[in-house]
């Protein structure tokens, strides 16, 4: 795996001049999406003197725009510009913008160097760190892409003072999922802050402990292929919770999807793992007093069943989960019946008060 500087600060401009100098790169991109490109871009070039000369590359915003024109699009641009094997890209944006920009530097002339600059708590705490670059393709999310580390990660909570409370939340559920699977300590720590209150200095260092557990997790196992799943606690249950949600025509963030698949997987967790119910109905009031809660109802069951039975997470036709016998303790790879996976969802409604 390649060395990754991971750097948290709130002096972005400051990190960005000397990482331009001392990669010494010729021509340097900076990938934006409309969005970042209005509301973080100026600022940005206007403290960061070694981006002056910077080629800017936009696209649409969206998970929507994720697409192989895009790409297509970007890639036009680093060769119009005439980028080659010495040029920077940074991606400055969302998770939409660190995949797809990802996905694009690592295959331009077979890699570019790229450093993600993640401007939502989503992205700080997930997307931008971990190396998994992409697109979605034929409808399918994330289809197409290489496991491909940015070469630096600037972390900062200085973007997210404008960006509305739900997308707090929502990254901070990704944050909740990495301390179950760490620490009570660090669990404890997170229950007891109110992100509303957006001090962004006890955020920073909350979120540098965060990213600390994914990137620990991602380096033992990189590519996936045992340990890395733990990162998918939340998301069999979180997933088809956002499908079903989407197919309903009303699209749910994705930490809320994850907040309350974590309740359903912690629900399994205690029927098949013995997780604490103390700690399980803890969890579930913290859910339920920031998240609300999914509105589900038994005649749902069959259409979660099918959408959970299409993860791509499953190896067989079992459906897979990540379950914990305690907080920090992860058992990966286990699988549920269908009726134990109605029980959970029955549980769950009553833990969030349907
Ligand atoms: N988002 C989970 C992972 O990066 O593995």
């Keep these: 795996m390649k060395h990754q500087d991971l750097l948290f600060t709130n002096d972005v401009a400051a990190e960005l001049d000397k990482i331009v100098k001392d990669y010494g790169a010729p021509l340097t991109f900076i990938l934006v999406d409309e969005n970042t490109r209005h509301h973080v871009l100026p600022r940005l070039l206007s403290s960061a003197t070694a981006l002056s000369d910077a080629k800017i590359i936009t696209v649409k915003p969206g998970d929507i ?4 024109d895009s790409l297509a699009l970007i890639w036009s641009e680093l060769q119009n510009g005439g980028a080659n094997r010495r040029s920077l890209m940074i991606n400055l944006g969302g998770g939409m913008v660190t995949d797809m920009g ?4 690592s295959t331009f002339k077979r890699g570019l160097r790229f450093v993600n600059i993640p401007t939502t708590l989503l992205s700080a705490v997930d997307a931008a760190v971990g190396g998994k670059t992409g697109i979605n393709f034929n409808g399918l999310k994330n289809e197409v892409g290489v496991f491909n580390e940015a070469d630096a990660v600037i972390i900062s909570t200085c973007y997210f003072s404008t960006l509305p409370v739900e997308e707090l939340h929502s990254g901070y559920a990704e ?8 620490n009570e300590e660090n669990y404890n720590r997170l229950l007891s802050y109110r992100i509303e209150d957006a001090d962004s200095g006890r955020l920073l260092s909350l979120l540098r402990e965060s990213v600390m557990v994914k990137r620990r997790i991602v380096e033992e196992d990189p ?11 939340g998301h069999t249950a979180g997933h088809a919770f956002e499908s079903l949600a989407m197919r309903r025509g009303n699209p749910i963030p994705h930490g809320y999807a994850v907040a309350w698949g974590c309740v359903v997987e912690l629900v399994l967790s205690h029927m098949k793992a013995g997780f604490p119910s103390s700690e399980l109905q803890r969890f579930a009031r913290y859910v339920y007093d920031n998240y609300g809660s999914m509105h589900v109802t038994c005649d749902d069951y069959p259409e979660i069943l099918e959408l959970m039975h299409h993860d791509k997470k499953n190896i067989s036709n079992e459906i897979n989960f990540t379950l914990l016998s305690g907080i920090g303790e ?10 134990e996976i109605k029980t959970a969802l029955d549980i769950f409604r009553d833990l969030t008060h349907q």
């Design 175 to 182: 944050m909740l999922k990495h301390g179950l699977i760490d």
């Design 102 to 105: 990802g996905f694009a530097a």
């Design 223 to 233: 590519h996936e292929h045992g340990i890395r799943r733990a990162l998918n606690l």
């Design 65 to 68: 725009n994720k697409n192989l």
């Design 330 to 339: 992860i058992m990966i790879d286990r699988t549920a019946t269908e009726e």
